[in-house]
């Protein structure tokens, strides 16, 4: 029974257009994360987010939005796709407890065409 | 503010051999300090965390790590390396004023046979 879960696991599309990426996780954590990881494996939080308060890094671009229509699900918008958002985007969450580990999805590949 | 430097990019072991990755960290106040792995085309997996207590801290498929307050460090360790150990692990850091780790930018893991 996966704990985190990710789709699409591969999404290819056009530049300009705007997609979705959802995020699901059952193991009843009240936090959770979207993550960017480019070409070369480096890893860049994008949010945090609880029922209480979303936390955006700053050098996100306003074209990426999380969307949580409950505590199990965290979807990403992306708008307006560009070719350098293509990467591998994961998902992430734990208990809202800074010292919780984080579980991770298996991640989703974006291509920008 | 808090920050994590992992100074390899690539450790080369041979199995059989104890392995070491190396983690510095900077962060206002204590720490807590994180190790994860990831697979190729996977998501990342917790492997073991210091939040209080004893210095070494034991974790999964046979990693421990040392946590070293007057070095800043909290390097990984393996007494016998695997090939199956080959993989890309990430150190992090959290503390109690932040919802959001820092991740360093990972280091690769290679074990000869």
């Known amino acids: 029974d996966t704990a985190v879960s990710q789709t699409p696991k591969y999404l290819v599309t056009q530049m300009g257009n705007d997609k979705s990426i959802k995020c699901e996780q059952n193991l009843g954590h009240d936090t959770m994360y979207w993550y960017k990881q480019d070409s070369k494996k480096f890893l860049k939080i994008m949010f945090s987010?609880?029922?209480?308060?979303?936390?955006i890094n700053e050098t996100v671009p306003n074209r990426f939005s999380p969307k949580s229509p409950d505590k199990a699900h965290l979807n990403l918008h992306i708008n307006s796709l560009e070719l350098g958002d293509s990467a591998v985007y994961f998902c992430?969450?734990?208990?809202?407890?800074?010292?919780?580990?984080?579980?991770f999805g298996p991640g989703t590949r974006l291509t920008v065409l | 503010a808090q920050s994590v430097a992992q100074p390899e990019d690539q450790v080369n072991v041979a199995e059989g051999n104890p392995l070491t990755v190396k983690c510095t960290y900077s962060?206002?106040?204590?720490?807590?300090l994180f190790w994860y792995v990831q697979y190729p085309n996977r998501g990342l997996q917790f492997l073991l965390k210091?939040?209080?207590?004893?210095?070494l801290v034991k974790g999964s498929y046979g990693f421990e790590a040392e946590f070293n307050k007057s070095q800043t460090s909290f390097h990984l360790k393996k007494p016998s390396a695997l090939v199956s150990d080959s993989a890309l692990y990430f150190c992090?850091?959290?503390?109690?004023?932040?919802?959001?780790?820092?991740f360093g930018r990972g280091t690769s893991l290679i074990v000869h046979p």
């Open positions: 210091y939040i209080t207590g004893d210095n």
């Open positions: 987010y609880n029922n209480k308060e979303l936390i």
């Open positions: 962060v206002s106040g204590n720490p807590y």
């Open positions: 992430a969450s734990s208990q809202a407890q800074t010292r919780n580990e984080q579980f």
């Open positions: 992090a850091v959290n503390y109690g004023g932040s919802y959001i780790p820092t």
